[in-house]
């Protein structure tokens, strides 16, 4: 069993910028990939980004392209979701999840699923004002 804990959410302006992490409570191995979805309420849960551990292979979803960075602390056991250019359709609980199949072949439409992803967080709350 693994824990994944979010932290970073919060009340911004429209254009500001947040740091969302999630901290896993054990190593990282390198076969998963960690990713980051997000709900806004009556919706149903939407990819945002993946991140594979052991490659650093980026995902994202096109309406955080450019604006969003995933990234890995391998260290640290965490992955980081900077949230640039923000909008009030960002509005939502974060979630990050982890997935531990390690297929070789997985790619944006796999990491999209979020039924892929073995263990998830309780979530952080990101609200932009207009």
């Known amino acids: 069993q693994v824990h994944l804990v979010e932290s970073g959410g919060g009340l911004v302006q429209a254009g500001g910028s947040l740091r969302l992490s999630c901290a896993a409570s054990g190593r990282i191995d390198g076969r998963y990939a960690m990713g980051w979805f997000r709900q806004a309420p009556g919706e149903e849960r939407a990819f945002v980004a993946a991140?594979?551990?052991?490659?650093?292979?980026?995902y994202y979803a096109d309406s955080v392209k450019g604006r969003f960075v995933i990234s890995r602390d391998n260290a640290q056991n965490t992955v980081y979701l900077q949230m640039n250019s923000l909008v009030p359709e960002d509005t939502a609980v974060y979630f990050c999840a982890q997935n531990r199949r390690g297929i070789l072949s997985a790619g944006l439409t796999y990491y999209s699923a979020s039924q892929v992803y073995d263990y998830w967080g309780q979530g952080t709350q990101v609200t932009v004002s207009s």
């Open positions: 991140i594979r551990w052991s490659s650093g292979r980026e």
